[in-house]
């Protein structure tokens, strides 16, 4: 049995400093059409041949800001519902006051998971805006059906202003589906 001083010595390999790649200069990116958009794209990514918007005219808007406008205006429709509640038939109440409360727990969810960066499956906010985009604008309508030919009051305006309302959330739970379908991961 060797001892320890016969034992062979283990040698730590060499230490290599590592310098750090060299910062990507700015390339002109294509656009649409022949032109240059190098105000849009900041750096060209030479892994996979991407590039990346940053800032400019071109640029979407961030999806959190389409999703925060569409919650405000659900809890705009909300208070409305609240003061203007009488409908005229159930069915418009209940589906008023279903889609109305049930967006606000739907688009809170999705404002909190933006809000800690995690992913929403791109086909769940397809359906969440395509469902929100129908059940506006079918709550907006029949708002507006029951209550176009009542008595000037203040509850009618007020029902009316709701309707109004959720059709134009509708609309833009319409544009939130378009966006959404139209970006490429």
């Known amino acids: 049995m060797p001892s320890a001083a016969e034992s062979p010595r283990v040698v730590p390999p060499p230490r290599q400093h590592h310098q750090a790649p060299p910062p990507l200069a700015p390339v002109e990116c294509p656009g649409q ?14 892994l996979n041949g991407r590039h990346v918007a940053t800032s400019g005219s071109g640029s979407k808007p961030p999806m959190s800001i389409i999703k925060f406008l569409e919650l405000c205006l659900t809890i705009a429709c909300t208070v409305l519902h609240y003061y203007s509640f009488d409908d005229g038939d159930l069915v418009t109440g209940f589906l008023s006051t279903g889609t109305f409360c049930g967006y606000i727990v739907i ?6 998971g933006y809000l800690m960066k995690a992913h929403v499956h791109r086909r769940l906010n397809l359906f969440y ?7 506006f604008l079918t709550s907006g309508v029949f708002i507006i ?3 176009e030919h009542a008595f000037r009051t203040r509850t009618r305006d007020l029902a009316i202003t709701k309707g109004s309302i959720a059709i134009i959330n509708g609309v833009i739970f319409l544009m939130d589906t378009i966006f959404t379908f139209r970006e490429r991961k």
């Open 107 to 112: 688009l809170t969810t999705v404002m909190v």
């Open 33 to 46: 059409n022949g032109t240059s958009t190098a105000t849009i794209c900041s750096f060209h990514s030479a």
């Open 145 to 147: 059906e029951a209550w």
């Open 129 to 135: 805006s395509l469902l929100g985009c129908a059940l």
